[in-house]
């Protein structure tokens, strides 16, 4: 009975967080980010404003999680997802590569919005930290439980060059256009996949030593 009042809890709490990072864009579209209250978002959500402090600490937080929402979750689960015979590298850089440059429809204009104010692209390039936690979980289960160290530190890396790369993404050279609107400059995947090329040695490397001692 625990497990089940834990389980309905925590879909709770999903609902909520969904609720409210969805009500925070709903208003950040069609009143612009600016002539958005935290108190707006919880009105919209039906909830309190305490409530809202609970999921999340701005309005830019909430805005950019219903671009972002679960995504590093999806990278974890992509990595396990490859094949055993496909290298680390190439099952992280791949994984990274398809789970950051697919927002689907939906989410295009939320990005043209993330990208025009400068406070949302720093929340923005900042959310590639939450892909270190689980991207590590999902390394150390293809390498096996052998080394403690050697998934975090390349999961922190790889959240590193990530990071990188949306920050040159969102912000070297980009140009105004009609309406006030900023165009990243380049190509997201290429940016990512440059970043992340000098990570393949060592995470081929760590894979490669784990085929030679795989955990007895």
Known sequence: MRTGRTGLREQKKQATRK???EAALRLALTRGPENVRVDDIAEAAGVSPRTYNNYFSSREQAIVAAVTAEREARV??????????????????????????????????????????????????????????????????????????????????????????????????????????????GSLPDLLRATLAPLAPALDAAGARARRHPPR
Do not use: C, M, N
């Open 76 to 185: 974890a689960a992509a990595v396990t997802a490859r094949p055993a015979d496909v290298g680390l590298a190439r099952a992280v850089v791949d994984a990274i590569v398809e789970q950051y440059t697919d927002p689907g429809e939906r989410h295009r204009e939320a990005l043209l919005l993330i990208t025009a104010r400068p406070a949302l692209r720093d929340v923005f390039v900042d959310t590639a930290g939450a892909i270190e936690d689980p991207l590590a979980d999902a390394i150390t289960r293809r390498l096996g439980d052998t080394d403690p160290h050697t998934p975090r530190v390349l999961a922190a890396s790889v959240a590193a060059a990530v990071r990188v790369a949306l920050h040159h993404w969102v912000r070297a050279g980009t140009t105004p256009v009609a309406g006030g609107l900023v165009v990243p400059s």
């Open 19 to 21: 609720a409210l990072r």
